[in-house]
Nanobody, 120 residues
Framework: QVQLVESGGGLVQPGGSLRLSCAASGNIYRINTMGWYRQAPGDQRELVAGITRGGSTNYADSVKGRFTISRDNAKNTVYLQMNSLKPEDTAVYYC??????????????WGQGTLVTVSS
């Protein structure tokens, strides 16, 4: 009913920048909280950053001051600007959204993930 499609991942050198995007489509009445998670090999999936519909944000301590989450409610899209990237930021990044569907049903959705590799 709802699809989240991420883009923007890739290979970048330490200290470089990437911008991830996640566009939602489908039977969407309203998107509530959106977020970015990541999972490195052998690790659990962790929250990187979240943003409410009103624009309030929260970040993992490891990315504060380097990453910025933002969203465009008109486009049902969330972004993650990643600066000063470190090798330890290497992971698959997943988009997540809490969605109210037409008909009043609430549900949570994940994107398919996009790989970010930070390496020289």
């Amino acid at each position: 009913q709802v699809q989240l499609v991420e883009s923007g991942g890739g290979l970048v050198q330490p200290g470089g920048s990437l911008r991830l995007s996640c566009a939602a489509s489908g039977n969407i009445y309203r998107i509530n909280t959106m977020g970015w998670y990541r999972q490195a090999p052998g690790d659990q999936r962790e929250l990187v950053a979240g943003i409410t519909r009103g624009g309030s944000t929260n970040y993992a301590d490891s990315v504060k001051g380097r990453f910025t989450i933002s969203r465009d409610n008109a486009k049902n899209t969330v972004y993650l600007q990643m600066n000063s990237l470190k090798p330890e930021d290497t992971a698959v990044y997943y988009c997540n959204a809490d969605v109210t569907l037409y008909g009043g049903v609430f549900d949570n959705y994940w994107g398919q993930g996009t790989l970010v590799t930070v390496s020289s």
